[in-house]
Each structure stands twice: as C-alpha cells, then as structure tokens.
C-alpha cells in the first residue's frame, strides 16, 4: 500500500525541525547535542514501523548526550502514530472528535500518546509559545529546516510496511546505555539492499557503504544532510574535529573520501602501516583494509561487512 499523503508546515521561530521518511521532529538546543539526537531520529525512522519502541530506541541519547535538549517526535505505528515529547515542547493534537494538547517533563522520562490513524492534524511547538500557524505553502519533505514547530496536516499514516526499509546506526551509543534495563536495539527491519561492505569503528558502530556520509561533530548542517542526499556520522567531542569535516561517498561499488578544508586534516593509512597519508579536496579512494581518521576517531572499511 502506497503511504496517503499528508503535509508538514513550517511556523517561524527558534529550533530545527526534521523528517527522516514518515517521521518529523522538533528540537531546541545547542548545535552538537541536537546533532546526536536528530542521528538517533533518523536510525529509528528506518524501521518498519518507527513508532514501535521509540522511547526505548532514543532514551540513552536523549538522556546522555542529547540531555539538555527539548524535542519531540511524531512517528507512525501499525494503526496511527505515537507523539513523545521530553522537555519545554508541547503537541497540539486534533481529530474529528476534538482536541488536546501535551507538554513535555522536565525529568527523566517521555511524554509518550498514541495518536489515532484518523487525526487531522498534529503540531509541535515550543511549551512557552501559544499554537502558532505554519507558514503558507510550506511541506517539509525531508532533511532539516529551521523553525518554531511544525503542524502536520491529514496524518494519515500507512497500515501497511514499505517495501524496502532498513535500520542505520548514524549515532554511536555507548555499551553501557545498550545493557541498560528497557533498552532494545531497533530489530523491526524489511528486506534491506545487500551491503557490499561497511565502515567499522573499534566500538562495534558499523555503517553500510550503500550510500554518502557526512562526518564531523554536527554533520547535520551540512547541505547534503539537510537535502536529505547524504546521512550524518556524528562524532563526539574532539578539539582535532571540524563541526563538518570529512565526506563519504560511493561510486560502482568503490569508496572515496574527502576532507572538508579543516585545520586537523584527513588521514588514511594501509592495513599494518605505521604512516598516515593525508587527504584534500579531491576524493582519495579507501580501498578495503584501509583505516580513516579524523581526530582521534578511526573507522576501517571492511569488505562484504566482514567483522
């Protein structure tokens, strides 16, 4: 079944909205902790049904890195949507039956509601500022976008999988927030498209070289991660890495980096080689075996996704 259509308008203001696939989200903070919880945003949306654990999917970011951030998401389930909202965002919730409104806790836990399949609008915006009116002829279809909240209108949201869905891990959550209690890793995934190979990081994070990278320390401002043509790997705090510092891409199945201009550089070495080779503007090949490194994070390319 084809998804119905529904539009997201933008209202003015202070914050960064998101949609990744069917899920929007709005958020207020500083640049870097809003980078890792978009990141957490955009793996949970690549689930079948992104709804489905979503607290459980966000909370060791939301309540680690991403602590100090207001936000909240609007996401599908089978049979409607769930809206969780943690901090200063209310929802303003709207079906044939009337309405009501949600404000986020300041504590350590979600605002979580089922929201049912038939309602008409659903809006996010800061708690402080009464019900604002989206800006005419806005429809956030994907990437990130600045503004004060957003109003979806007719969410009607699909009953029925996509045909190709598939989960990324595009933020790295540490081993403890993962054996933590209540905590799954997002499982709900359809048929993927076979990964030749992978980036891998010495913590276990892998990303599959099925499409462009944006690395640094807040890849989400970059263009292609806001156009959606790119997906982000945030990095954590390193004074040796640029808010945007390296590029990904893949081209017949070969993969490329390059460095974004930045003061520390780009460096890529061979299997075992001691020496590290540096890389500019132009698109140096990482051939299988080889290592990147930024700063002191490092990520090798493995072949076919062996481990």
């Known amino acids: 079944m ?16 998101a949609r990744f696939g069917d899920v929007v989200s709005f958020a207020i903070g500083a640049d870097e902790p809003v980078a890792q919880l978009l990141g ?10 992104p709804g489905a654990g979503l607290p459980d999917r966000l ?11 207001a936000f909240g998401v609007v996401a599908p389930t089978a049979d409607g949507a769930i809206v969780l909202l943690k901090g200063v965002v209310a929802a303003d919730i709207r079906t044939n039956d009337g309405g009501r409104s949600l404000v986020g806790n300041e504590g350590p836990r979600f605002v979580v509601e089922a929201v049912p399949g038939h309602a008409t609008t659903i809006g996010l915006r800061a708690a402080d500022r009464s019900t604002p009116y989206p800006r005419p002829h806005t429809d956030l279809q994907a990437g990130i976008v600045p503004g004060g909240g957003f109003t979806i209108v007719r969410a009607t949201l699909p009953t029925e999988p996509p045909r190709h869905m598939e989960t990324v891990a595009t ?16 499982q709900e995934t359809a048929a993927a498209t076979p990964v030749i190979s992978v980036l891998s990081t010495k913590d276990g994070a892998v990303y599959p070289l099925d499409r462009p990278y944006v690395i640094g320390r807040a890849p989400l401002s970059d263009e292609a991660v806001a156009n959606a043509t ?20 893949v081209e017949r199945g070969d ?43 490092t990520v090798t390319h493995l072949a076919g996704g062996a481990s």
């Open 2 to 17: 084809q998804q119905r259509p529904f539009t997201v308008g933008i209202s003015d203001g202070s914050g960064l909205i």
């Open 171 to 186: 933020v790295r959550i540490p081993a403890d927030a993962v054996n933590a209690p209540g905590f799954r890793s997002p």
């Open 230 to 249: 790119a997906s982000p790997i945030v990095v954590e705090y390193d004074p040796y890495i640029s808010r945007v510092h390296a590029y990904i891409t």
């Open 255 to 297: 993969v490329f980096v390059r460095d974004a201009l930045t003061p520390a550089g780009t460096f890529i070495a061979a299997p075992g080689a001691e020496d590290w080779n540096q890389v500019g503007e132009t698109p140096a090949r990482l051939d299988p075996g080889w290592t990147l490194r930024i700063g002191e994070w």
């Open 40 to 49: 957490a945003v955009d793996a949970a949306a690549r689930t079948q049904y």
């Open 59 to 69: 909370a060791p970011v939301a309540f680690g890195a991403a602590r100090g951030v």
